[in-house]
Every structure is written in C-alpha cells, then in structure tokens.
C-alpha cells in the first residue's frame, strides 16, 4: 500500500506562484508515475501534470510553460510547481501515484485547495 499526501495549497493573487508538494510513503518501491490532478466545483477531476520514473513529463495544454512536475532523486516526493496563476487554476489539487507491481493503485491524496483570488 501506498499513502499519498498533498501540502502547499493556500491563496494567492492572480500572477503569483505556489509550490505544491506529494509526499508518498509506504511501499514506494514500485511507484513507477506520479501526477497532479485537479477539480474545480461543478466540474470533473482533470489532469495537470504526470512525471514517470524515467523522467518523462506531460502537462495540461492550460498550464504548459506556467506549471513544472518534479520529483526528488527519492522518488517519494513529488512537486508542481505553479507561476503566474489564473483565477481559472482555482480547484482542489490532488496527487495520485501509481504502481509497477500490486497493488497497483492508483492511490490519491486527500487533496489541498488552491483558490487565485484578488
């Protein structure tokens, strides 16, 4: 099993930056992807960003050049890193790992709110 936990949330003006943060922890071993999703109030959960074991990134085209995916030479942790916020990256973010052996998952966190207010 897997335990996922997201921190770095908060509010910010539209234009600022936030650093989001996935910690992962338990048996980590296998965790081979990790991504970040989010979910805004009437609106389905959406991709943000995904990063493999290999290095491999992919990001939502709404947040291409403005977010950054990484993850610690540990492979437990995970980050998103978010520049010039819009009121429309307003949603909870979640973060999800997935496994190479079983359990494969995936396995999420409990999310952390981001709200870009004036």
């Known amino acids: 099993q897997v335990q996922v936990v997201e921190s770095g949330g908060g509010l910010v003006q539209p234009g600022g930056s936030l650093r989001l943060s996935c910690a992962a922890s338990?048996?980590?071993?296998?965790?081979?992807?990790m991504g970040w999703y989010r979910q805004a109030p009437g609106t389905q959960r959406e991709l943000v960003a995904t990063i493999t074991s290999g290095g491999s990134t992919d990001y939502l085209d709404f947040v291409r050049g403005r977010f950054t995916i990484s993850a610690d030479n540990a492979w437990n942790t995970a980050y998103l890193e978010m520049n010039n916020l819009k009121p429309e990256d307003t949603a909870v973010y979640y973060c999800n790992a997935v496994s190479q052996s079983p359990p494969y998952g995936p396995y999420w966190g409990q999310g952390t709110q981001v709200t870009v207010s004036s």
């Open positions: 338990g048996s980590i071993s296998g965790i081979y992807r």
